[in-house]
């Protein structure tokens, strides 16, 4: 039986959020140490990142369409959604916070969320794509239905983690079980095996993987609906399974007061046990980022409250320019982050 070979580096972009344009400075650094990996496994804000750069052949390129008048656009078009009030976010959050309970009941990712987000994210105007590096791209498969939302789960698993990527990836990922499964004794939601789909366009997937749990509506393509690459924003072994030589994010912990509780109660795990177990394992070079919403704090896209307006919205670059020196800003702190790692 033809065994498929695995790749030779990959390299984890995991999460980013908004800041996710430091993705593309250390990319540039790798390849200027002539590390350039043949693959990324991104998740979250990661996705997007890891798109350009599959997009582009240089990184020219890839820094000039981040910075475009196109990708500016697409952030100034979200909104906060209706659920955006300030007393019923406040007190949604508030109630995840008191309570103990793991994934109790099958959560509303329909329709409990803060910001509207565009259906398609902006697609680069692809001349010359980079043929250096594939992309897998993290995702969790809703295995429920809205008419099922409020329902006690009981033992029932709600999400799946799939991994939208190359034939050659999904034949290296057969019969994996994700490493999220066996998460807090495996009482989570999140079932055993990792699914693989190599079909799904890249922007779409992308799409999905930013699609995090009460910040934006869970992504629906094709008759299937998607949460965001938090499901397993740390895939060290999903990595492993992949390539030979893996590089890792060295990141901060996950906030005690609005992302534990989202995680626990929509998926069941402890965001920061799981980070721990994942610095545990062998990586063959971390890049420390773990300082980055401190070194990233100003002209950055944050959440604010508006008193006035009674809204929990999205604070903006004032200008074209402000929003090319927010990812300038970005950009450098990637590539320094990159060197650093080299340097150890």
């Given at each position: 039986m033809h065994q498929e070979k695995k790749y030779t580096r990959c390299m984890v972009m995991a999460g980013g959020?908004?800041?996710?344009g430091y993705y593309l400075?250390?990319?540039a650094a790798m390849r200027q140490q002539n590390k350039t990996p043949d693959l990324l496994l991104a998740s979250c804000g990661g996705a997007i990142a890891a798109g350009i750069i599959q997009a582009f052949p240089d990184d020219a390129q890839r820094k000039a369409w981040i910075c475009s008048p196109d990708m500016y656009q697409f952030w100034l078009q979200m909104r906060s959604s209706q659920q955006a009030s300030i007393g019923r976010a406040l007190t949604a959050a508030l109630l995840r916070g008191l309570s103990t309970k793991s994934a109790y009941r099958i959560p509303d990712l329909f329709n409990d969320y803060l910001?509207?987000?565009?259906?398609?994210?902006?697609?680069p105007p692809i001349s010359c794509a980079n043929e250096e590096t594939d992309v897998a791209i993290i995702a969790g498969k809703l295995l429920f239905t809205e008419h099922e939302l409020g329902q006690l789960r009981g033992a029932r698993k709600l999400f799946a983690e799939i991994v939208f990527c190359t034939p050659r990836a999904a034949a290296l990922l057969a019969g994996m079980q994700s490493p999220m499964s066996a998460e807090e004794g495996g009482g989570n939601a999140i079932a055993q095996d990792v699914l693989t789909d190599v079909t799904?366009?890249?922007a779409q997937a992308a799409r999905a993987s930013v699609?995090?749990?009460f910040y934006f509506r869970c992504h629906s393509y094709q008759g299937s609906h998607y949460i965001g690459g938090v499901i397993d924003l740390f895939p060290i072994e999903i990595a492993n399974q992949l390539a030979e030589q893996v590089i890792m994010e060295l990141k901060g912990p996950y906030d005690k007061l609005?992302?534990?509780?989202?995680l626990r109660s929509v998926l069941g795990i402890n965001g920061n046990?799981?980070?721990q177990h994942v610095l545990q394992q062998h990586a063959d070079l971390w890049f420390d980022t773990s300082d980055m919403e401190r070194a990233l704090l100003e002209n950055q896209i944050v959440k604010k409250i508006a008193w006035q307006r009674n809204r929990i919205e999205l604070r903006m670059p004032s200008s074209y320019e402000a929003y090319v020196k927010m990812i300038e800003s970005q950009w450098e702190y990637?590539?320094?982050?990159?060197?650093?790692?080299f340097s150890r």
């Amino acid at each position: 039986m033809h065994q498929e070979k695995k790749y030779t580096r990959c390299m984890v972009m995991a999460g980013g959020g908004f800041r996710f344009g430091y993705y593309l400075g250390i990319y540039a650094a790798m390849r200027q140490q002539n590390k350039t990996p043949d693959l990324l496994l991104a998740s979250c804000g990661g996705a997007i990142a890891a798109g350009i750069i599959q997009a582009f052949p240089d990184d020219a390129q890839r820094k000039a369409w981040i910075c475009s008048p196109d990708m500016y656009q697409f952030w100034l078009q979200m909104r906060s959604s209706q659920q955006a009030s300030i007393g019923r976010a406040l007190t949604a959050a508030l109630l995840r916070g008191l309570s103990t309970k793991s994934a109790y009941r099958i959560p509303d990712l329909f329709n409990d969320y803060l910001f509207e987000i565009p259906a398609e994210l902006p697609a680069p105007p692809i001349s010359c794509a980079n043929e250096e590096t594939d992309v897998a791209i993290i995702a969790g498969k809703l295995l429920f239905t809205e008419h099922e939302l409020g329902q006690l789960r009981g033992a029932r698993k709600l999400f799946a983690e799939i991994v939208f990527c190359t034939p050659r990836a999904a034949a290296l990922l057969a019969g994996m079980q994700s490493p999220m499964s066996a998460e807090e004794g495996g009482g989570n939601a999140i079932a055993q095996d990792v699914l693989t789909d190599v079909t799904m366009p890249l922007a779409q997937a992308a799409r999905a993987s930013v699609s995090d749990m009460f910040y934006f509506r869970c992504h629906s393509y094709q008759g299937s609906h998607y949460i965001g690459g938090v499901i397993d924003l740390f895939p060290i072994e999903i990595a492993n399974q992949l390539a030979e030589q893996v590089i890792m994010e060295l990141k901060g912990p996950y906030d005690k007061l609005f992302s534990i509780p989202a995680l626990r109660s929509v998926l069941g795990i402890n965001g920061n046990q799981r980070l721990q177990h994942v610095l545990q394992q062998h990586a063959d070079l971390w890049f420390d980022t773990s300082d980055m919403e401190r070194a990233l704090l100003e002209n950055q896209i944050v959440k604010k409250i508006a008193w006035q307006r009674n809204r929990i919205e999205l604070r903006m670059p004032s200008s074209y320019e402000a929003y090319v020196k927010m990812i300038e800003s970005q950009w450098e702190y990637g590539f320094q982050r990159g060197l650093s790692a080299f340097s150890r």
